[in-house]
């Protein structure tokens, strides 16, 4: 059971605007920013956004972050097919003192 | 250019043990920490670890504290993740990973992974 809480799965046709959630505790989300992966199999996970928000070079605009209390989300507009991954939210926790996941989203692109 | 190059992947038997590692370059290895990242067959991303380079401090979640060990030599920019007797249920895909900040839980590169099958 992961310390973060996303939703397993979430689908979308292309063009379409999805969000994924991600859901903590004060401990973690509450008291410290939150970050996204994108991963594909077979390859490493890229940083996807970082501090609630902050999209890194490269990333298209598409993408965006927020958070409200102890919760976040990605939302990602203009689907395309090529988005088609799993999510991670990631964290730190202060009460475990290190590094927290979501259990990970699988996006499916109709 | 920042990269992170991990050894291969390896093929052990329960009991056996094995130390994998991720090469830094391209930047200053014992400015950052790096974390290990666990992938189980099917399953999502799980933190192991930390390190330092600069002190070699380092700290485990509680769910592999005892049961791997994280070091890191910075005269040769080389993390390692290290097991004294693999189980069946390490096999899994590992994953080294730079901390974007001192102090901040973002993995901004990532090393290719490292298979680790173990049989019983």
């Known amino acids: 059971q992961s310390v973060l809480t996303q939703p397993p799965s979430a689908s979308g046709t292309p063009g379409q605007r999805v969000t994924i959630s991600c859901s903590g505790t004060?401990?973690?989300?509450?008291?410290?920013?939150v970050n996204w992966y994108q991963h594909l199999p077979g390859t490493a996970p890229k940083l996807l956004m970082f501090?609630?928000?902050q999209r890194p070079s490269g990333v298209p605009d598409r993408f965006s972050g927020s958070k409200s209390g102890t919760s976040a989300s990605l939302a990602i507009s203009g689907l395309q097919s090529d988005d088609e991954a799993d999510y991670y939210c990631?964290?730190?926790?202060?009460?475990?003192?290190?590094?927290?996941f979501g259990g990970g989203t699988k996006l499916t692109v109709l | 250019e920042v990269q992170l190059v991990q050894s291969g992947a390896e093929v052990k038997k329960s009991g056996e043990s094995l130390r994998i590692s991720c090469k830094g370059s391209?930047?200053?290895?014992?400015?950052?920490?790096i974390s290990w990242v666990r992938q189980m067959p099917g399953k999502g991303l799980e933190w192991m670890g930390k390190?330092?380079?600069?002190?070699?401090?380092?700290n485990y979640s509680p769910s592999f504290q005892g049961h791997v060990t994280i070091s890191a030599d910075k005269s040769i920019a080389t993390a390692y993740l290290q097991w004294s007797s693999l189980k069946a249920s390490d096999t899994a895909i590992y994953y080294c990973?730079?901390?974007?900040?001192?102090?901040?839980?973002?993995?901004?590169?990532w090393g290719q992974g490292t298979l680790v099958t173990v049989s019983s």
């Open positions: 990973a730079r901390h974007k900040y001192s102090d901040s839980s973002v993995l901004d590169y």
């Open positions: 391209g930047y200053r290895f014992n400015t950052y920490w």
């Open positions: 390190i330092d380079p600069s002190d070699s401090g380092a």
């Open positions: 004060y401990s973690n989300i509450g008291r410290n920013t």
């Open positions: 501090s609630d928000d």
């Open positions: 990631e964290g730190w926790d202060d009460s475990l003192n290190g590094v927290v």
